[in-house]
Protein backbone atom coordinates (compact mmCIF):
# COMPACT_ATOMS: atom_id res chain seq x y z
CA UNK A 1 0.00 0.00 0.00
CA UNK A 2 2.76 2.40 0.36
CA UNK A 3 5.01 2.03 -2.40
CA UNK A 4 1.46 2.30 -4.29
CA UNK A 5 1.21 5.50 -3.34
CA UNK A 6 5.09 6.12 -3.26
CA UNK A 7 4.36 5.35 -6.68
CA UNK A 8 1.33 7.42 -7.55
CA UNK A 9 2.65 10.43 -6.01
CA UNK A 10 6.00 10.25 -7.78
CA UNK A 11 3.83 10.23 -11.40
CA UNK A 12 1.42 13.16 -10.09
CA UNK A 13 4.75 15.14 -9.02
CA UNK A 14 6.39 14.04 -12.60
CA UNK A 15 9.46 12.65 -10.84
CA UNK A 16 12.16 10.33 -12.30
CA UNK A 17 11.71 6.72 -12.27
CA UNK A 18 15.13 6.88 -10.69
CA UNK A 19 13.99 9.14 -8.18
CA UNK A 20 11.02 7.27 -7.07
CA UNK A 21 12.79 3.88 -7.09
CA UNK A 22 14.95 5.36 -4.62
CA UNK A 23 11.83 6.41 -2.30
CA UNK A 24 10.51 2.59 -2.95
CA UNK A 25 13.94 1.11 -1.48
CA UNK A 26 14.02 3.71 1.30
CA UNK A 27 10.61 2.53 2.22
CA UNK A 28 11.38 -1.56 1.88
CA UNK A 29 14.62 -0.85 3.71
CA UNK A 30 12.68 1.02 6.73
CA UNK A 31 10.46 -1.68 7.20
CA UNK A 32 12.66 -4.47 6.71
CA UNK A 33 13.14 -3.49 11.40
CA UNK A 34 10.20 -1.22 11.89
CA UNK A 35 6.00 -2.32 12.22
CA UNK A 36 3.73 -1.44 9.45
CA UNK A 37 1.55 -1.33 12.62
CA UNK A 38 3.76 1.51 14.41
CA UNK A 39 4.34 3.41 11.39
CA UNK A 40 1.97 4.63 8.95
CA UNK A 41 2.71 3.27 5.64
CA UNK A 42 1.14 6.43 3.31
CA UNK A 43 2.91 9.39 5.39
CA UNK A 44 5.96 6.97 5.47
CA UNK A 45 5.61 6.68 1.62
CA UNK A 46 5.74 10.56 1.58
CA UNK A 47 8.81 11.23 3.64
CA UNK A 48 10.67 8.35 1.54
CA UNK A 49 9.73 10.39 -1.29
CA UNK A 50 10.77 13.41 -0.42
CA UNK A 51 13.96 11.84 1.14
CA UNK A 52 14.53 10.34 -2.64
CA UNK A 53 14.28 14.00 -3.63
CA UNK A 54 16.61 15.57 -1.56
CA UNK A 55 19.26 12.30 -2.36
CA UNK A 56 18.74 11.67 -6.08
CA UNK A 57 21.22 14.68 -8.20
CA UNK A 58 20.98 12.50 -11.19
CA UNK A 59 17.39 14.42 -12.15
CA UNK A 60 18.78 17.63 -11.52
CA UNK A 61 21.93 16.85 -14.17
CA UNK A 62 18.73 15.92 -16.52
CA UNK A 63 17.26 19.09 -15.71
CA UNK A 64 14.13 16.93 -14.39
CA UNK A 65 11.99 18.33 -11.97
CA UNK A 66 12.58 16.09 -8.81
CA UNK A 67 12.96 18.70 -5.74
CA UNK A 68 9.27 19.23 -4.89
CA UNK A 69 8.50 22.20 -2.63
CA UNK A 70 7.24 20.00 0.73
CA UNK A 71 3.73 22.61 -0.03
CA UNK A 72 3.78 20.47 -3.32
CA UNK A 73 4.38 17.15 -1.75
CA UNK A 74 1.83 17.58 0.63
CA UNK A 75 -0.77 18.99 -1.68
CA UNK A 76 -0.10 15.91 -4.15
CA UNK A 77 -0.51 13.49 -1.27
CA UNK A 78 -3.82 14.99 0.36
CA UNK A 79 -5.11 15.35 -3.18
CA UNK A 80 -4.27 11.49 -3.67
CA UNK A 81 -5.79 10.25 -0.40
CA UNK A 82 -8.83 12.49 -0.26
CA UNK A 83 -9.52 13.78 -3.47
CA UNK A 84 -10.41 16.87 -1.72
CA UNK A 85 -8.31 20.05 -1.62
CA UNK A 86 -10.57 22.41 0.15
CA UNK A 87 -9.92 21.14 3.73
CA UNK A 88 -7.84 24.07 4.25
CA UNK A 89 -4.01 24.82 5.58
CA UNK A 90 -4.62 23.27 8.92
CA UNK A 91 -4.77 19.62 7.24
CA UNK A 92 -1.78 21.16 5.29
CA UNK A 93 -0.02 22.39 7.59
CA UNK A 94 -0.42 19.02 10.19
CA UNK A 95 0.80 17.00 7.19
CA UNK A 96 3.94 19.18 6.53
CA UNK A 97 4.94 18.65 9.99
CA UNK A 98 4.10 15.25 10.50
CA UNK A 99 6.15 15.06 7.64
CA UNK A 100 9.66 16.40 9.16
CA UNK A 101 8.22 14.22 12.14
CA UNK A 102 8.64 11.24 9.93
CA UNK A 103 11.77 12.08 8.61
CA UNK A 104 13.37 12.07 11.85
CA UNK A 105 12.44 8.94 12.21
CA UNK A 106 13.28 7.77 8.82
CA UNK A 107 16.83 8.79 9.08
CA UNK A 108 18.09 6.63 12.20
CA UNK A 109 15.73 3.76 10.74
CA UNK A 110 18.08 3.86 7.24
CA UNK A 111 21.40 4.00 9.52
CA UNK A 112 21.69 7.48 7.29
CA UNK A 113 23.23 5.63 4.59
CA UNK A 114 21.19 7.57 1.85
CA UNK A 115 23.54 5.88 -1.30
CA UNK A 116 21.32 3.63 -3.01
CA UNK A 117 21.41 1.96 -6.27
CA UNK A 118 18.45 0.95 -8.32
CA UNK A 119 18.32 -1.31 -11.45
CA UNK A 120 16.62 1.25 -13.67
CA UNK A 121 19.92 2.75 -13.62
CA UNK A 122 21.48 -0.15 -15.16
CA UNK A 123 18.86 -0.72 -17.93
CA UNK A 124 19.18 2.98 -18.94
CA UNK A 125 23.23 2.44 -19.83
CA UNK A 126 22.95 -1.80 -21.18
CA UNK A 127 20.03 -2.14 -23.27
CA UNK A 128 20.46 -1.10 -27.15
CA UNK A 129 17.00 -2.32 -28.39
CA UNK A 130 14.46 -0.38 -27.91
CA UNK A 131 12.01 -3.40 -27.40
CA UNK A 132 14.03 -5.08 -25.01
CA UNK A 133 14.05 -1.70 -22.85
CA UNK A 134 10.84 -0.84 -22.95
CA UNK A 135 9.81 -4.53 -21.71
CA UNK A 136 12.90 -4.65 -19.09
CA UNK A 137 11.79 -1.03 -17.63
CA UNK A 138 8.32 -1.58 -17.48
CA UNK A 139 9.07 -5.14 -15.55
CA UNK A 140 11.16 -3.43 -13.65
CA UNK A 141 9.32 -0.41 -12.18
CA UNK A 142 6.45 -3.56 -11.24
CA UNK A 143 9.89 -5.27 -9.50
CA UNK A 144 10.15 -2.12 -7.13
CA UNK A 145 7.05 -2.93 -5.45
CA UNK A 146 8.39 -6.05 -4.10
CA UNK A 147 11.34 -6.16 -1.82
CA UNK A 148 13.98 -7.92 -4.41
CA UNK A 149 15.95 -5.18 -4.84
CA UNK A 150 16.74 -5.43 -1.26
CA UNK A 151 17.34 -9.00 -1.79
CA UNK A 152 19.62 -8.75 -5.23
CA UNK A 153 22.34 -6.25 -6.25
CA UNK A 154 20.51 -3.80 -9.19
CA UNK A 155 22.91 -5.21 -11.74
CA UNK A 156 21.83 -8.60 -10.88
CA UNK A 157 18.24 -7.99 -11.06
CA UNK A 158 19.12 -5.51 -14.28
CA UNK A 159 20.83 -8.61 -16.00
CA UNK A 160 18.05 -10.54 -15.65
CA UNK A 161 15.38 -8.38 -16.57
CA UNK A 162 17.14 -7.94 -20.10
CA UNK A 163 17.43 -11.61 -20.25
CA UNK A 164 13.47 -11.58 -19.33
CA UNK A 165 12.61 -8.84 -21.75
CA UNK A 166 14.66 -10.20 -24.62
CA UNK A 167 13.26 -13.76 -24.32
CA UNK A 168 9.67 -12.21 -24.46
CA UNK A 169 9.98 -9.75 -27.52
CA UNK A 170 12.30 -12.65 -28.74
CA UNK A 171 14.97 -10.28 -29.54
CA UNK A 172 18.48 -11.87 -29.46
CA UNK A 173 21.27 -10.58 -27.17
CA UNK A 174 24.78 -10.19 -29.00
Excluded at 37 to 43: E, L, T, W
Aim: with cysteine; aromatic share 6%.
Amino acid sequence: NGVLHLMALGKKLDLSVITTAIGSVYLHRFYQGQSVKQFDPIAMARCCLLLACKCDDRAHRKARKSRPAVDELVEASHLLNSGDISDGEDVKSRLRNRLFDDERILLPALGFDLAVEVPQQYLALTIGSWKVFQRGWKVCNHLMASILPLLYSPRLLACGLINEASEHTKVKLR
